[in-house]
């Protein structure tokens, strides 16, 4: 059983950078790839990049693609989206998830085919 936690979310204003990790425990996370999502209130979750199990292959949301970045380090079974430019509409609940198998779009930006996920973490951009 893999359990995650995501910390690091908070309020920050527009164009402010935000951290937010991942922690595993409970299995290695070197297995599986790493996903990142976000959910605003009254809308889908939404896919927000995704870092392959090596950590070689990373894809980003159009929307966030040249603002975020996402890393992990398999020895401390952690792994991290960084957030640069915020703007207000990149406020929600954030979650990372993992997935097994191909690495490919049509898996990682599917949040139903993710094994775990974290509880979330609320990040709100003011303006």
């Known amino acids: 059983q893999v359990q995650l936690v995501e910390s690091g979310g908070g309020l920050v204003q527009a164009g402010d950078s935000l951290r937010v990790s991942c922690a595993a425990s409970?299995?290695?996370?070197?297995?599986?790839?790493m996903g990142w999502f976000r959910q605003a209130p009254g809308k889908e979750r939404e896919f927000v990049g995704a870092?392959?199990?090596?950590?070689?292959?990373?894809y980003y949301a159009e929307s966030v693609k040249g603002r975020f970045t996402v890393s992990r380090d398999n020895a401390k079974n952690t792994g991290e989206l960084q957030m640069n430019s915020l703007e207000p509409e990149d406020t929600a609940v954030y979650y990372c998830?993992?997935?097994?198998?191909?690495?490919?779009?049509?898996?990682?930006?599917?949040?139903?085919?993710?094994?775990?996920w974290g509880q979330g973490t609320q990040v709100t951009v003011s303006s």
């Open positions: 998830g993992l997935l097994g198998g191909l690495f490919d779009r049509t898996s990682f930006t599917n949040s139903a085919k993710y094994a775990y």
């Open positions: 409970g299995r290695i996370l070197s297995g599986y790839h």
């Open positions: 870092i392959s199990y090596s950590g070689s292959i990373k």
